[in-house]
């Protein structure tokens, strides 16, 4: 019950769940004065989240951030973490696994290995679904069938097929350190979850950590380009995909909140 909550209640705070609570608040007091500006404040923030100008300063915020920390060149280490969270499992009408837009993690961990930086991979995560009887495998299981698809021999991959949020992670992969004797991992994720992640490995693994930032969705600020007319109108107008990266990027900092006050980080 308290993984479904901490899973549930958080949407109440990102832009489309607000807003909705705002618009009913609204829809119920539509008789009281304020009901116009709460029901205007709900459509305002719903436009400026789904903006692709604000969407991608959001995510500058935690981009930028996150290749600041990766080092170059990069050090060796006992093993490269890839945490879960890109792949689709092999489930009917899908032949095979399949990657989603993080999918870039298992593709730099696989790049890793062949540069010789460890000589272990470890896949992460668990099943995480509120349906009964689902029969997606953990994510770590689809995972290595994966990189075995792609070229990796089964005795360098580790699972870790247990954990369903980061902090868990963080736990569960620094006992399995303490059990190989492991003092050193490449922690690779997507660059808005870097900090958080990296945050809650620092504290709760034990491990001296490597940060290794992906999946970025913008190129840097400096080679963005120079703005047009057509450019400036695209990116006050309400976009799909612009609110999802800023939902991302919100979830991010609530979840770096809520673990600070947690201890997980």
């Known amino acids: 019950m308290g993984f479904l909550l901490s899973k549930l209640l958080p949407l109440a705070l990102y ?28 459509l305002g923030l719903l436009w400026i989240s789904a903006m692709p100008v604000i969407a991608r300063h959001l995510a500058w915020s935690l981009e930028e951030r996150s290749a600041a920390l990766t080092p170059d060149p990069m050090p060796k280490a006992d093993a490269v ?3 879960g969270g890109g792949l689709r499992p092999a489930v009917a009408p899908r032949r095979n696994v399949e990657v ?12 890793l290995i062949r540069q010789g930086k460890a000589p272990l991979l470890v896949v992460s995560g668990g099943q995480v679904s509120f349906a009964g009887n689902d029969p997606a495998p953990p994510e770590a299981t689809s995972t ?3 990189a075995m698809e792609l070229g990796l021999k089964p005795e360098a991959i580790v699972t870790n097929d ?17 059990q190989r004797g492991w003092r050193s ?18 504290r709760l693994s034990g491990l001296r950590v490597v940060p290794v930032a992906c999946d970025f969705q913008f ?13 400036m109108i695209k990116d006050g107008l ?16 609530v979840g770096q909140a809520s673990y600070r006050l947690l201890g997980r980080s």
Not at 105 to 111: K, W
């Open 238 to 253: 309400p976009d799909a995909e612009a609110l999802l990266i800023s939902t991302v990027v919100l979830k991010e900092y």
């Open 15 to 42: 832009p489309l769940g607000l807003a909705l609570l705002l618009q009913l608040s609204a829809l119920v007091g539509r008789r009281r004065r304020w009901a116009g500006w709460v029901s205007g404040a709900g």
């Open 185 to 202: 991992v490449l922690l690779v994720t997507s660059a808005t979850h870097l900090p958080r992640a990296l945050a809650s490995f620092e």
């Open 219 to 231: 190129a840097s600020r400096s080679l963005w380009g120079r703005p047009t007319v057509g450019s």
């Open 100 to 111: 989603n837009e993080a999918g870039d993690r298992l593709l730099t961990g696989l790049r």
């Open 81 to 83: 973490v890839v945490l």
């Open 144 to 146: 290595m069938a994966l």
């Open 162 to 178: 247990r954990s369903r949020t980061t902090a868990e992670e963080a736990r569960d992969i620094g006992a399995l350190a303490k």
